[in-house]
């Protein structure tokens, strides 16, 4: 097996030992993100392309050659020597063998840049069927042809296996589809088994006895099973969830931490219904999601998963996007929320228009048109330049366009120029919405609280998720996060009151003393002024490492300059612009990933935020 990943990533710690092209060189995991971060003039690699390879015989190939190294080793740099001819340059890359499950398997990373410093692309063909190709030659190469006795040997191991197993593969091929049998009785004219099969009978009849044993399978009379519709997806399931289990305690281990463990995925109880339970919890590990990022449906190239110590006592797991914030920035200690899928807000104003009436009190029966949409907004736009009129209605049309090809709405007419203007919405809207955020791993209810761990906030000069959580935490509005105070809870508290500490000596708070109880006073516009204090520290810093000055954006000015850099502060992303001789700072938008490497323009407006529609022609419809 060989799964394959696109996307922008960062190394992981991991226990196996990282290793490169070169034999008996040690590799440094931090010189490979320094150089994928620092390339491109400092805005880093396009992108990273993370292959992992689980061959069957992973367990031959990890046997020691005569030094001690693993022969895995061999294999993965005969594979990426060969995709380096395939591909006509040098590829940087680091691996690291994984001998800790059933299946000795390797995860590599390379990036996304030729030997010449340029961005380097891999046709998806050649991501899904040529490098596994080349894996296939190179073992064959290496074990040569099994024999028969060796591959039926092989089989007989198998035969007891919690896993979907080779043998399972053929039992699936012979089932009778029509009543869900296969009879596997010597002789038999209704045999399914074929004639001319590689497969032993004996093998086959002893697996299916095995799954007899384990409710997946029936005896009708000798010879003939019934098999369960979804066995060898149950068999699957199994395997998952006793590699999900040694993954957490693993984690767990390393985290030096004791805590029950839950198998779901943080938003369902174990009946699988989404629960109304609101979860805080500290990243404990992070890792690829189960597809590893093949579905073909996925935006962005697959799903992260992450494994939580929580505010409800447990610990569990959770998947998102990798291209969303939480997958994206989310890092091992990071705090983050799990909560129930819900609708993104575009997707509320649609139900919302849908489901009201015109400006005539007409129902609008499912109907959402553009004059809807560009009336739907918040009634404050005093900007002037009607940008954020503009970015509401391309933001719904986008939305629109993405939902009409899922098949979740449908076009219902067009304007003369052949663009949509009406959509017809469905009453089952919500529940259609959130299944596609999550099929195409933008799974709703991962929401990144702070990229910061609870120490690195204890300290840190800007505004906190503790300092903008501290009067709710206090009053107990955050209590519902937990029906118990767990053993993370504690250390949530524990945190909350040593920040509080640190607001008073800071000057943003002060105690106050009565008869019967000290209360805390927070100075009024602190989490402004920490803000401040954190967006300069943060500038200070960045004059350093760039050796260019800081511009700051005030209202009226016209900025101009290059997309270089994504930079985390504590009060969410910042995208850095550069000039020839200095730089802004200013809040992230999708617009800057969008013109990554490319120079922009935008007005800084006197209400707040950046017109970075400065100029363009617009229109009630566009």
């Given at each position: 097996?060989?799964?394959?990943?696109?996307?922008?990533?960062?190394?992981?710690?991991?226990?196996?030992?990282?290793?490169?092209?070169?034999?008996?060189?040690?590799?440094?995991?931090?010189?490979?993100?320094?150089?994928?971060?620092?390339?491109?003039?400092?805005?880093?690699?396009?992108?990273?392309?993370?292959?992992?390879?689980?061959?069957?015989?992973?367990?031959?190939?990890?046997?020691?050659?005569?030094?001690?190294?693993?022969?895995?080793?061999?294999?993965?740099?005969?594979?990426?020597?060969?995709?380096?001819?395939?591909?006509?340059?040098?590829?940087?890359?680091?691996?690291?063998?994984?001998?800790?499950?059933?299946?000795?398997?390797?995860?590599?990373?390379?990036?996304?840049?030729?030997?010449?410093?340029?961005?380097?692309?891999?046709?998806?063909?050649?991501?899904?069927?040529?490098?596994?190709?080349?894996?296939?030659?190179?073992?064959?190469?290496?074990?040569?042809?099994?024999?028969?006795?060796?591959?039926?040997?092989?089989?007989?191991?198998?035969?007891?296996?919690?896993?979907?197993?080779?043998?399972?593969?053929?039992?699936?091929?012979?089932?009778?589809?029509?009543?869900?049998?296969?009879?596997?009785?010597?002789?038999?004219?209704?045999?399914?088994?074929?004639?001319?099969?590689?497969?032993?009978?004996?093998?086959?009849?002893?697996?299916?006895?095995?799954?007899?044993?384990?409710?997946?399978?029936?005896?009708?009379?000798?010879?003939?099973?019934?098999?369960?519709?979804?066995?060898?997806?149950?068999?699957?399931?199994?395997?998952?969830?006793?590699?999900?289990?040694?993954?957490?305690?693993?984690?767990?281990?390393?985290?030096?931490?004791?805590?029950?463990?839950?198998?779901?995925?943080?938003?369902?109880?174990?009946?699988?219904?989404?629960?109304?339970?609101?979860?805080?919890?500290?990243?404990?590990?992070?890792?690829?999601?189960?597809?590893?990022?093949?579905?073909?449906?996925?935006?962005?190239?697959?799903?992260?998963?992450?494994?939580?110590?929580?505010?409800?006592?447990?610990?569990?797991?959770?998947?998102?996007?990798?291209?969303?914030?939480?997958?994206?920035?989310?890092?091992?200690?990071?705090?983050?929320?799990?909560?129930?899928?819900?609708?993104?807000?575009?997707?509320?104003?649609?139900?919302?228009?849908?489901?009201?009436?015109?400006?005539?009190?007409?129902?609008?029966?499912?109907?959402?048109?553009?004059?809807?949409?560009?009336?739907?907004?918040?009634?404050?736009?005093?900007?002037?330049s009607g940008s954020r009129g503009a970015a509401h209605m391309?933001?719904?049309?986008?939305?629109?366009?993405?939902?009409?090809?899922?098949?979740?709405?449908?076009?219902?007419?067009?304007?003369?120029?052949?663009?949509?203007?009406?959509?017809?919405?469905?009453?089952?809207?919500?529940?259609?919405?959130?299944?596609?955020?999550?099929?195409?791993?933008?799974?709703?209810?991962?929401?990144?609280?702070?990229?910061?761990?609870?120490?690195?906030?204890?300290?840190?000069?800007?505004?906190?998720?503790?300092?903008?959580?501290?009067?709710?935490?206090?009053?107990?509005?955050?209590?519902?996060?937990?029906?118990?105070?767990?053993?993370?809870?504690?250390?949530?508290?524990?945190?909350?009151?040593?920040?509080?500490?640190?607001?008073?000596?800071?000057?943003?708070?002060?105690?106050?003393?009565?008869?019967?109880?000290?209360?805390?006073?927070?100075?009024?516009?602190?989490?402004?002024?920490?803000?401040?204090?954190?967006?300069?520290?943060?500038?200070?810093?960045?004059?350093?490492?760039?050796?260019?000055?800081?511009?700051?954006?005030?209202?009226?000015?016209?900025?101009?300059?290059?997309?270089?850099?994504?930079?985390?502060?504590?009060?969410?992303?910042?995208?850095?612009?550069?000039?020839?001789?200095?730089?802004?700072?200013?809040?992230?938008?999708?617009?800057?990933?969008?013109?990554?490497?490319?120079?922009?323009?935008g007005r800084v407006l006197g209400g707040g935020g950046i017109?970075?529609?400065?100029?363009?022609?617009?229109?009630?419809?566009?």
């Amino acid at each position: 097996m060989l799964r394959g990943l696109e996307g922008s990533a960062e190394l992981t710690p991991t226990r196996g030992q990282l290793y490169g092209p070169e034999d008996g060189v040690e590799i440094d995991g931090r010189d490979f993100v320094a150089r994928s971060q620092e390339s491109f003039d400092g805005r880093g690699d396009p992108h990273q392309f993370r292959i992992m390879i689980s061959p069957e015989d992973g367990a031959e190939l990890a046997r020691v050659n005569g030094d001690g190294t693993p022969n895995l080793k061999d294999t993965t740099r005969a594979l990426m020597a060969q995709m380096e001819e395939d591909l006509g340059t040098r590829l940087d890359w680091v691996a690291v063998d994984h001998f800790d499950t059933a299946h000795p398997h390797t995860h590599i990373i390379a990036r996304g840049v030729t030997h010449d410093g340029k961005g380097l692309n891999i046709a998806g063909e050649y991501i899904s069927r040529g490098i596994r190709g080349r894996l296939e030659e190179e073992l064959t190469r290496e074990l040569g042809w099994k024999s028969e006795l060796a591959i039926q040997q092989e089989m007989k191991r198998e035969v007891g296996a919690m896993r979907v197993t080779t043998a399972d593969r053929h039992i699936a091929n012979g089932i009778d589809k029509l009543n869900n049998t296969i009879d596997l009785r010597a002789g038999s004219a209704a045999s399914t088994f074929p004639a001319n099969s590689s497969m032993n009978r004996h093998i086959l009849i002893g697996r299916v006895k095995h799954l007899e044993k384990m409710g997946l399978a029936q005896s009708e009379y000798d010879g003939l099973w019934r098999i369960e519709k979804d066995a060898f997806k149950t068999l699957g399931q199994i395997e998952q969830r006793e590699q999900l289990t040694k993954d957490i305690h693993g984690a767990m281990e390393r985290a030096n931490i004791r805590r029950p463990i839950r198998l779901n995925n943080g938003r369902t109880d174990y009946d699988g219904k989404l629960t109304n339970k609101r979860v805080i919890g500290r990243v404990i590990a992070k890792s690829l999601g189960r597809d590893e990022g093949m579905d073909a449906d996925a935006k962005g190239g697959g799903k992260v998963r992450f494994i939580i110590d929580g505010t409800d006592g447990y610990v569990s797991t959770v998947e998102t996007g990798m291209d969303t914030r939480a997958g994206e920035a989310a890092k091992v200690g990071s705090i983050i929320e799990v909560s129930p899928p819900n609708l993104r807000t575009v997707d509320r104003n649609i139900q919302a228009i849908a489901t009201g009436k015109d400006y005539h009190g007409k129902p609008h029966n499912g109907l959402v048109g553009t004059y809807a949409i560009a009336t739907s907004g918040p009634e404050d736009w005093t900007d002037g330049s009607g940008s954020r009129g503009a970015a509401h209605m391309r933001a719904h049309r986008l939305r629109l366009a993405t939902l009409v090809k899922a098949g979740v709405v449908r076009v219902a007419s067009k304007d003369k120029d052949g663009d949509p203007s009406e959509w017809r919405v469905p009453e089952n809207f919500e529940e259609k919405a959130i299944a596609l955020d999550m099929k195409q791993g933008r799974a709703s209810g991962v929401k990144l609280l702070s990229v910061q761990d609870l120490e690195a906030q204890l300290t840190s000069p800007g505004a906190t998720w503790l300092d903008r959580s501290q009067v709710s935490w206090g009053r107990g509005g955050m209590k519902d996060v937990s029906s118990t105070m767990s053993a993370f809870a504690k250390e949530l508290d524990t945190a909350f009151k040593q920040r509080r500490t640190w607001l008073v000596k800071r000057g943003y708070a002060e105690l106050r003393q009565d008869a019967h109880k000290t209360s805390i006073i927070y100075k009024r516009g602190y989490l402004k002024a920490l803000e401040t204090e954190g967006f300069t520290a943060a500038t200070e810093k960045l004059e350093k490492m760039t050796g260019k000055a800081h511009i700051a954006a005030q209202s009226g000015r016209l900025i101009e300059g290059t997309v270089a850099q994504k930079f985390e502060l504590t009060q969410g992303p910042h995208a850095i612009i550069e000039t020839q001789r200095a730089f802004y700072l200013v809040p992230w938008e999708s617009h800057h990933a969008q013109k990554w490497g490319k120079r922009i323009k935008g007005r800084v407006l006197g209400g707040g935020g950046i017109d970075w529609d400065a100029g363009r022609t617009r229109g009630i419809g566009r």
